[in-house]
């Protein structure tokens, strides 16, 4: 599964990078960032923290 990383973290009230998988219905349309493929949200987000977003977390929806 492809995961993506929302850029845009003033829509969110935390200020968080939400991650989305790409067939969550709430997935980001624009200023997002693909996290690559991996097997689960955990390795998306670890991955993710790794690149500096160290404010990643998974969308309630789909992950
Ligand atoms: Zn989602």
Request: hydrophobic residues 25%; glycine residues 4%.
């Amino acid at each position: 599964m492809e995961y993506l990383l929302i850029l845009d973290t003033t829509k969110n009230p935390n200020k968080k990078n939400g991650v989305h998988t790409s067939v969550c219905s709430n997935r980001p349309t624009s200023f997002y960032m693909s996290l690559g493929d991996w097997d689960n949200e955990e390795q998306a987000i670890i991955h993710a923290k790794r690149r500096g977003y160290t404010k990643a977390e998974s969308c309630a929806k789909c992950c």
